[in-house]
């Protein structure tokens, strides 16, 4: 999906607007059809909740979400979404904030948040490596709600911690007794920390999330140690609140169906909404070539997957030397379908391209 700056279409209103007003040569027809178009094109920031419902994704059974939501409950009280942020909104009054990613869970929360404190807090963060889908949706429809909205971003940048650490790999419940998963270093520089002194600054106490049991076995086992969807943190000095702990993907959906709430677009390529380079997760190869072949071949790039050397033969073409042949020959259908003309040698393990 294509989207448009909403800017330039309100400029381009007002410009109607304002030809109309001085009796240029613009008819009021085609102005209106001008007008129509504009809001049409405006609204592609975002795409209907019936669109992202339960399509093309690769979501969990309703069975393996309901096991790990039970593995997080146990035998514990169940809470509904609404009494948790209720406590929260209540035990900490302004000094609470929702933690939004753009993703359909915290953004469904926010709905709830903002139904109960219209002028609540809300954070998002940039790391400086998010699909700009995303970050282009979260500004918007900041602005359609009208919200008490800040963006944070961190001081480091996702490529000099991978130099400095490598790729992020999987996370896994650390500590048995705090139930605190470990945190990759980018996740830290690039989240955690910009989200801490974002509450030394302004004295929040507790933030709202999106997270959900049922999302991963790591959630469900640290929720369970936790023993509530609602916590004291002492390693972050901050109370958090997960209203959806306990519901399903299709709960979710449900919600955001019945409440007409606008989804993220790259809900209708993908299935998960992040940093786009992550590599802590299963298939995010496959995922990340199929849905955003340009950003796989820079990651590929970065990550040393393969060098570039001057043609051998004299010919205005660089080598790209990968270390596995299959790797060559998926950037190699990449480059052909953008319409590159390239050559392909050794199976793949050399693909020759030109100097531009």
Same mark, same amino acid.
């Given at each position: 999906?294509?989207l448009i700056?909403? /800017?330039?279409?309100?400029?381009r $209103?007002?410009l109607?607007r304002?030809?109309i007003?001085?009796?240029?040569s613009?008819?009021? /027809?085609?102005?209106?059809?001008?007008?129509?178009?504009?809001?049409?094109?405006?609204?592609?920031? %975002?795409?209907?909740?019936?669109?992202?419902?339960?399509t093309r $994704?690769?979501f969990k059974?309703q069975?393996?979400?309901?096991? $790990?939501?039970?593995?997080?409950?146990?035998?514990k009280? &169940? %809470?509904?979404?609404i009494?948790?942020l209720?406590k929260a909104?209540?035990?900490?009054?302004n000094k609470?904030?929702?933690l939004?990613?753009?993703g359909r869970c915290?953004?469904v929360t926010?709905?709830m948040?903002?139904c109960l +404190?219209?002028?609540?807090k809300v954070i998002?963060?940039d790391?400086g490596? +998010?699909?700009?889908e995303?970050?282009?949706?979260?500004k918007?429809?900041a602005k359609?709600?009208k919200?008490?909205?800040?963006?944070?971003?961190?001081?480091?940048?996702?490529?000099e911690?991978v130099? +400095?650490?490598?790729?992020?790999?999987?996370?896994?419940?650390s500590?048995q @007794?705090?139930?605190e998963?470990?945190t990759?270093?980018c996740?830290y520089?690039l989240?955690k920390?910009p989200?801490?002194?974002?509450i030394k600054q302004?004295?929040?106490e507790a933030?709202?999330?999106?997270m959900r049991a049922g999302?991963?076995?790591v @959630?469900?086992i640290?929720l369970?140690?936790?023993?509530?969807?609602f916590?004291?943190?002492k390693?972050?000095?901050?109370?958090?609140y997960?209203?959806?702990? %306990?519901?399903t993907?299709?709960r979710?959906?449900e919600y =955001?169906?019945?409440?007409?709430i606008?989804?993220n677009?790259l %809900? $209708?390529k993908? &299935?998960?909404?992040g940093?786009w380079?992550?590599?802590?997760f299963f298939?995010?190869k496959?995922k990340?070539?199929?849905n955003?072949?340009?950003?796989?071949t820079?990651?590929?790039?970065f990550?040393g997957k393969f060098?570039?050397s001057?043609?051998?033969?004299?010919?205005?073409m660089?080598h790209l030397e990968?270390?596995?042949a299959? &790797?060559?020959?998926?950037? =190699?259908?990449?480059?052909?379908n953008?319409?590159?003309e390239i050559e392909v /040698?050794e199976?793949?393990k050399?693909v020759?391209?030109?100097y531009?």
């Amino acid at each position: 999906m294509k989207l448009i700056d909403i /800017h330039s279409y309100a400029r381009r $209103l007002q410009l109607v607007r304002l030809g109309i007003a001085k009796g240029n040569s613009i008819s009021r /027809h085609n102005a209106e059809l001008m007008e129509e178009a504009a809001v049409k094109n405006a609204k592609s920031w %975002y795409v209907s909740p019936a669109q992202t419902y339960l399509t093309r $994704l690769q979501f969990k059974s309703q069975k393996q979400e309901m096991r $790990l939501i039970n593995i997080a409950k146990g035998k514990k009280k &169940d %809470y509904s979404a609404i009494n948790i942020l209720r406590k929260a909104l209540r035990f900490h009054k302004n000094k609470v904030a929702v933690l939004w990613s753009g993703g359909r869970c915290s953004t469904v929360t926010l709905h709830m948040a903002k139904c109960l +404190e219209p002028n609540i807090k809300v954070i998002f963060v940039d790391t400086g490596v +998010e699909f700009p889908e995303t970050v282009r949706y979260v500004k918007m429809l900041a602005k359609e709600w009208k919200l008490n909205f800040s963006v944070l971003r961190p001081r480091r940048t996702f490529w000099e911690l991978v130099k +400095e650490h490598g790729p992020p790999t999987a996370r896994k419940p650390s500590d048995q @007794r705090s139930g605190e998963p470990d945190t990759p270093p980018c996740c830290y520089w690039l989240k955690k920390e910009p989200i801490r002194s974002y509450i030394k600054q302004t004295g929040i106490e507790a933030l709202i999330t999106g997270m959900r049991a049922g999302e991963s076995t790591v @959630r469900a086992i640290s929720l369970n140690q936790k023993g509530s969807p609602f916590f004291y943190s002492k390693t972050e000095g901050v109370w958090k609140y997960h209203p959806l702990a %306990y519901w399903t993907t299709k709960r979710v959906c449900e919600y =955001a169906l019945k409440h007409d709430i606008p989804m993220n677009p790259l %809900y $209708l390529k993908t &299935d998960r909404i992040g940093c786009w380079p992550c590599t802590s997760f299963f298939g995010w190869k496959e995922k990340l070539s199929k849905n955003v072949p340009k950003f796989y071949t820079a990651l590929m790039y970065f990550f040393g997957k393969f060098h570039v050397s001057p043609c051998v033969e004299g010919k205005s073409m660089n080598h790209l030397e990968f270390e596995r042949a299959q &790797d060559g020959r998926a950037v =190699a259908r990449i480059l052909t379908n953008a319409g590159m003309e390239i050559e392909v /040698h050794e199976r793949g393990k050399i693909v020759c391209v030109p100097y531009e």
